[in-house]
């Protein structure tokens, strides 16, 4: 059975620095920080974007934001803060601040204001950072499973599927990061990725979301995360056990809640902390059931709307999923 989170005892004070990114949303900022504040971590960076011109309102929200969390800090720790005054949007404003955390520190944890961690998440990536600092396949930790097995005999697992719901990362891994993504450009790169995933349609679903920052059109940074690990072969450190849920059914690319948000929290045990594998396998069987049940299912849909698009019936299917919805 898995330890009850809310009877949590943390084994030791926490050594790793935190990133929080906020920017207009109090009732989920609030929640995430709390977990922060329970943590205690040494150092805490906050790094918000500036409210959008148009958008009435949002410089007061934006500002409440900010307010709440440097009043709120009741720990010894040392505080840095990003706060735009313009804002940057989630490619440059999210990826600006990662750079900026990494200018300072050597390995650290990074939450958004909608990921809510439980108090095991803090410990099992701190621990997992120092114990494969220098292992360079080994690009990032998780602290999301989309499918947490207790049962499993090891405490985590490695996959080629990234995630950053909760998350943790070295300095040497964001060296390797390019917002632009400059080298899916090359055509020997998109045939590397092809000859890889022979799956049409993981290759079709890749192949789309990297062509959309191609082609800007989508602001965001974490496709080109996601690139950046599959471009240079690297792995993501998997708890067998999920423990972060996402509560932002209404941020700037998502609006509405899907199967993934708001999944149950659970912890490990103690000992688990300490295992460490040397040889990095890839848990095939997870990413392939991500890739089936997470990601064909849009990519069904995806091939859906072309049709419905060259029959002129786009925005009638729209209306049509809303509704249902």
């Known amino acids: 059975m898995m330890p009850d989170e809310n009877k949590f005892i943390p084994p030791y004070a926490l050594n790793t620095a935190v990133l929080f990114l906020v920017f207009n949303r109090l009732d989920t900022t609030k929640q995430v920080f709390e977990a922060i504040r329970q943590a205690k971590p040494p150092r805490l960076y906050i790094a ?3 409210a959008r011109d148009g958008k009435d309102g949002e410089a007061d929200k934006v500002q409440s ?3 709440f969390v440097m009043k709120n800090i009741d720990w010894d720790c040392e505080v840095r803060t990003l706060f735009r005054e313009k804002n940057l949007g989630c490619k440059y ?3 600006g601040a990662i750079t900026w955390f990494f200018e300072n520190e050597e390995q650290g944890i990074i939450l958004e204001d909608d990921v809510v961690p439980n108090q095991d998440f803090f410990y099992f990536v701190e621990n997992n950072l120092e ?3 220098n292992d360079h ?5 998780s602290g999301m499973n989309y499918f947490s097995d207790s049962s499993l005999d090891t405490s985590f697992f490695f996959s080629e599927y990234i995630n950053i719901w909760g998350w943790g990362t070295w300095r040497r891994s964001w060296d390797l990061y390019d917002v632009d993504m400059p080298e899916w450009s090359k055509s020997e790169v998109k045939k590397d990725f092809q000859n890889k995933y022979f799956s049409s349609y993981i290759w079709r679903y890749l192949r789309n979301i990297f062509n959309m920052i191609e082609d ?3 602001n965001t940074w974490d496709i080109q995360w996601f690139f950046c690990c599959l471009y240079n072969h690297g792995v993501c450190i998997v708890p067998k056990v999920n423990m972060v849920t996402n509560i932002g059914i209404d941020g700037t690319h998502v609006s509405g809640q899907t199967d993934s948000h708001f999944l149950k929290k659970e912890n490990l045990e103690k000992s688990e902390y300490l295992e460490f594998f040397p040889n990095v396998n890839v848990n095939t069987q997870y990413d392939f059931r991500i890739y089936e049940e997470k990601i064909k299912p849009q990519v069904r849909w995806s091939d ?3 049709i419905l698009k060259f029959f002129h019936l786009y925005d009638f ?3 049509i999923k809303k509704k249902l919805l």
């Open 48 to 50: 918000a974007d500036g």
């Open 65 to 67: 934001v900010r307010n």
């Open 93 to 95: 404003a999210v990826s």
């Open 131 to 133: 114990k494969y600092k």
């Open 137 to 141: 396949r080994v690009m990032m930790v």
């Open 216 to 218: 800007k059109r989508i």
């Open 304 to 306: 859906f709307l072309c």
């Open 317 to 319: 299917a729209r209306s």
